[in-house]
T-cell receptor
Framework: DAEITQSPRHKITETGRQVTLACHQTWNHNNMFWYRQDLGHGLRLIHYSYGVQDTNKGEVSDGYSVSRSNTEDLPLTLESAASSQTSVYFC??????????????FGPGTRLTVL | GENVEQHPSTLSVQEGDSAVIKCTYSDSASNYFPWYKQELGKRPQLIIDIRSNVGEKKDQRIAVTLNKTAKHFSLHITETQPEDSAVYFCAASYPDANQFYFGTGTSLTVIP
């Protein structure tokens, strides 16, 4: 079955280290998104991509980067991890539906702790 | 950009009662409004959505209403059950944007 997966599911790292979170979807969706979820803030958009070689900044992009070299994957990199980046990270994807917005489907999440 | 506000932040109801969660949005151009349910430790999952060309949509015990003039939309859950206990998020999206702007969530507890 088509799905969206994230790895690792849990990660503990130290301040200043580079960390990459993986997101892989097998739906052949054009759109992919990264969110962080913190208590009291809901889901906040970090970066998104509408297709291969396309990346865009979201609401809370500082300290994060993404790259889209194929349709299936959108890895999220924390260049130099900070304690403020301790959070649960969700990847999502949706079909490019012309002028109609399409539903986003979420991955299982990655819990990241920065010590 | 779009700003979505969601109320209440917590809601407790007795089993069998109805629950209502309300969201407001700021940009009149928004035209797609999904609702997600997130159980503890799980991913958000779509439960119902509505587009701006309709005023109400129902799916069994859940319904969503949209008032474009007032720029607010609501989730209604009838005959609540303990398994309805979760955090619910609303969102709004512009045409062609494919970006969702989420509310801050409502933690619903259904008391048996």
């Amino acid at each position: 079955d088509a799905e969206i997966t994230q790895s690792p599911r849990h990660k503990i790292t130290e301040t200043g280290r580079q960390v990459t979170l993986a997101c892989h979807q097998t739906w052949n969706h054009n759109n992919m998104f990264w969110y962080r979820q913190d208590l009291g803030h809901g889901l906040r958009l970090i970066h998104y991509s509408y297709g291969v070689q396309d990346t865009n900044k979201g609401e809370v992009s500082d300290g994060y980067s993404v790259s889209r070299s194929n349709t299936e994957d959108l890895p999220l990199t924390l260049e130099s991890a900070a304690s403020s980046q301790t959070s649960v990270y969700f990847c999502a994807s949706s079909v490019l539906a012309g002028t109609s917005t399409d539903t986003q489907y979420f991955g299982p999440g990655t819990r990241l702790t920065v010590l | 950009g779009e700003n979505v506000e969601q109320h209440p932040s917590t809601l407790s109801v007795q089993e069998g009662d109805s629950a209502v969660i309300k969201c407001t949005y700021s940009d009149s151009a928004s035209n797609y409004f999904p609702w997600y349910k997130q159980e503890l430790g799980k991913r958000p999952q779509l439960i119902i959505d509505i587009r701006s060309n309709v005023g109400e949509k129902k799916d069994q015990r859940i319904a969503v209403t949209l008032n474009k003039t007032a720029k607010h939309f609501s989730l209604h859950i009838t005959e609540t059950q303990p398994e309805d206990s979760a955090v619910y998020f609303c969102a709004a999206s512009y045409p062609d944007a494919n970006q969702f702007y989420f509310g801050t969530g409502t933690s619903l507890t259904v008391i048996p």
